[in-house]
């Protein structure tokens, strides 16, 4: 299957050709589990999710590697502001470790709720002090940092390439001069790798290091953990497009100034989820989580549906009216799945038929992940009638492995629709008068007897003995 992406770094949709053939290297930028990850975030995990498991599909051998963050990350992308780690520890009066424990497993519960997949690694980042140290060492030892106020910064003037990803040109790199906020910086977009010393001295995250008591700079740990898990040059690189300017841009420039190769291949940008009323961040504590959804009376997979319908470069509005709408095609698609699954009593199997479709699906969802042009596959599908039960299900099993709606283990736990005594009673007595007319050869009658049934939703099967029925739903 030919994969094509939009690689953010040239601008344009790209084959995808991996390093090693038929294995994946990936890298996400990861939570700061400072607080409840909200939908906004959930939904570039989803983006991300619906990568992978396209890969898995198409037969590739995935390496996902994810960051924790659990320090550095200061409220502002530029070194400025304080930890929001910190910041929530004191407002909490919860240790810094307790608020990460607990926000990590929180981010865990709602992305498992999510059907995303979980990474192959999941790193912390206060895991890793030594081997963010290390690269810092590297940086410094070819020359790319300097030391100011007690703080190591990266010198992006020592780094031609710097700005590449966001297209920053030297018009706007001056351009930072106006807002740059720490009088140390010989240039604006210098970045810090290491603090020993910040606004916030009472600082209680702190490590021991060649530059004396302190702590990482927020961009290192992605490089430092991405190359140790990945090794010095990976397939793809990806993240909200937020990242691009600041975090993904520090990111290339530390890694590369340090291997002296080419980091990453492929680079993709989840657009934002935003509130009608603008945008949803954390910080300002305006967002929705996952669970103030549920407690809507919505299914989790009920957002992931909702997400689906738009293509991840698009910026993407939320509602509950659009919720809702998403529920409702949720809930008509696991109906269908579970009535088609009784149809064919379970036995899902490919046919020309339903692979013509989906295999439309998966071209759609090759190309650069354009899921919601997959969807429209998904109910053409449902629709077709030259498609027997048991293709159709095959075909939907098959999308599902990248839809993420556990469509099998739905259809499977759904209970098969009860009958009465008296309606049992009443489909006994047409089944005897199929046979009576079968005996009597007015097979004109016995079709005519069926075709109620099969109206009314119960299937009917002639055994050498007997006639077998069940009810499959109430005439889908
Ligand atoms: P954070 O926990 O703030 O580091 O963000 C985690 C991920 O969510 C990052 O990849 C961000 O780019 C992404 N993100 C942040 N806000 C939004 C949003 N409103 N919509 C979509 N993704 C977002
Ligand atoms: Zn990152």
Redesign the pocket.
């Known amino acids: 299957m030919e994969i094509r992406f939009y690689n953010t770094m040239s601008r344009k949709t790209e084959i995808f050709e991996p390093i090693e053939p038929m294995k994946v290297k990936m890298y996400?930028?990861?939570?700061?589990?400072y607080n409840y990850?909200?939908i906004?975030?959930l939904?570039?995990?989803i983006f991300e999710d619906l990568l992978k498991r396209l890969f898995l599909h198409a037969g590739y051998e995935v390496n996902h590697v994810m960051n924790i963050?659990d320090v550095g990350?200061l409220t502002g992308d530029n070194d400025d502001g304080e930890d929001k780690m910190v910041k929530s520890s004191r407002e909490s009066s919860r240790t810094v470790r307790e608020i990460a424990d607990f926000y990590t497993n929180a981010f865990f519960n709602d992305t498992d709720r999510l059907h995303i997949l979980r990474p192959t690694t999941a790193c912390k980042a206060t895991d890793h002090i030594d081997d963010m140290i290390a690269l810092i060492q590297t940086l410094e030892k070819k020359g790319f940092t300097y030391e100011a106020g007690g703080n190591i910064y990266f010198s992006i003037d020592r780094f031609p390439e710097y700005g590449r990803l966001a297209r920053l040109d030297s018009q706007q790199l001056q351009a930072g001069a106006r807002v740059a906020v720490d009088g140390n910086k010989r240039n604006p977009h210098d970045f810090v790798l290491w603090f020993t010393r910040s606004k916030y001295e009472n600082h209680v995250l702190l490590w021991d290091s060649p530059w004396g008591k302190g702590y990482p700079g927020w961009h290192i740990e992605c490089s430092a953990m991405s190359m140790k898990y990945l090794g010095p040059h990976f397939d793809i690189h990806?993240?909200?497009?937020?990242?691009i300017p600041v975090h993904h841009t520090n990111e290339i420039a530390q890694s590369e100034a340090a291997s002296g190769e080419k980091w990453v291949d492929y680079w993709l940008?989840?657009?934002?989820?935003?509130l009608d009323k603008g945008?949803?961040?954390?910080s300002s504590g305006s967002f929705l989580t996952l669970q103030s959804l549920i407690d809507a009376g919505y299914d989790p997979l009920d957002y992931r549906w909702f997400c689906l319908g738009a293509h991840y470069r698009s910026q993407l509005t939320f509602s509950f009216d659009g919720l809702k709408a998403a529920a409702s095609a949720r809930r008509k698609l696991f109906t269908r799945t579970a009535a088609l699954k009784a149809e064919c009593a379970g036995a899902a199997v490919e046919t020309p038929e339903g692979k013509a479709h989906s295999d439309r699906f998966w071209r759609a969802a090759a190309d650069d992940l354009n899921l919601p042009k997959a969807l429209a596959s998904v109910w053409a599908l449902l629709k077709d009638e030259t498609v027997s039960p048991s293709g159709k299900l095959a075909a939907l099993y098959s999308m599902d492995e990248i839809l993420g709606l556990g469509l099998r283990e739905a259809a499977e736990a759904a209970d098969p629709p009860s009958v009465s005594a008296e309606e049992k009673a009443r489909i006994e007595e047409l089944l005897a008068q199929r046979r009576e007319a079968k005996a009597a050869r007015d097979f004109a009658r016995a079709d005519e007897i069926r075709d109620r049934l099969a109206a009314e939703g119960i299937r009917i099967r002639d055994t050498a003995e007997t006639t077998l029925w069940e009810k499959i739903g109430g005439g889908m």
């Open positions: 996400a930028c990861g939570p700061t589990v990850a909200h906004g975030n939904r570039t995990y963050t990350h990806c993240g909200g497009i937020d990242h940008h989840g657009e934002f989820l935003i945008k949803m961040s954390k």
